[in-house]
């Protein structure tokens, strides 16, 4: 009878050293980022990320709301991550739960990092990231779509900013979780980091990692970081493209 009713844990890697998807280690899932997606948004981006689909809009600068947080000497940066009741298998209760608050916050501190908020005072930049799908990872592919978008807006910023999450599973460390390796690995480390410094902007962690898997972990991360801007680079390019004839400029 002890048994009854217990999660029977997936083998999360293989003896050929694969994935329960064939990936490597240190290989990212599949990633689709289109910048521009919305055209009532000042900026806008829609990532898809493995499973994962995720949409971000941006408004502003415009007038503060409420009108108790307007700064004099810059804007004010607010953040709204909400996952759908749809966007996992066991439906969810809509609305903002304290983990959709949590990553509000962490997400909103990070770009107060990067973007040259003090250009706009007494203004605000408001972010909005709707996850529309889930599968792990989501405040990383929220941030990144929400960075796409910004840039979309034309708000100015230090730099893009990629993140993704790295993890411990079956005592080796990965790259980029999936749904089953957050759940039954042993930690998870999402990051997000300034790519020209290096400089780290967001950096989290579940679970348990000796010094040196946190060392290999964030270099692991780094590494992956770098990938996913190129990507970025490569939405935004393409979004500008599309709105230049081809004759020449804007």
């Known amino acids: 009878m002890g048994n009854v009713g217990a999660t029977e844990v997936p083998v999360l890697l293989s003896p050929e050293g694969l994935r329960i998807d064939g990936r490597r280690l240190d290989e990212l899932r599949p990633i689709r980022i289109e910048a521009g997606a919305l055209h009532q948004a000042d900026g806008s981006a829609f990532v898809e990320w493995g499973a994962n689909k995720v949409m971000a809009a941006v408004y502003g600068p415009r007038e503060v709301h409420p009108r108790h947080l307007q700064q004099n000497n810059k804007a004010v940066i607010q953040c709204k991550y909400n996952m759908a009741a749809f966007s996992v298998d066991e439906r969810k209760r809509p609305g903002l739960d304290r983990r959709s608050q949590e990553i509000s916050k962490v997400i909103a501190e990070a770009f107060e990092s990067v973007v040259f908020a003090e250009e706009f ?27 796409v978008a910004l840039a979309d807006a034309g708000i100015p ?63 692991l991360g780094v590494r992956g970081c770098r990938e996913i801007y190129e990507k970025m680079k490569a939405a935004l390019r393409e979004r500008y493209a599309a709105t230049v004839p081809s004759g020449g400029t804007p």
Do not use: W
């Open 157 to 219: 910023m230090v730099d893009l900013l990629p993140a993704v999450a790295v993890g411990k599973i079956a005592g080796k460390i990965a790259l980029d979780l999936k749904k089953e390796e957050d759940n039954f690995g042993e930690a998870d480390l999402p990051m997000a980091l300034v790519p020209q410094s290096g400089r780290l902007v967001l950096l989290q962690m579940e679970g348990h990692m000796t010094p040196d898997e946190l060392a290999a972990s964030l270099d």
């Open 121 to 147: 005072p007494r203004t605000s930049i408001d972010i909005y990231i709707e996850v529309l799908q889930a599968n792990a990872g989501t405040r990383c592919a929220g941030l990144v779509a929400a960075s």
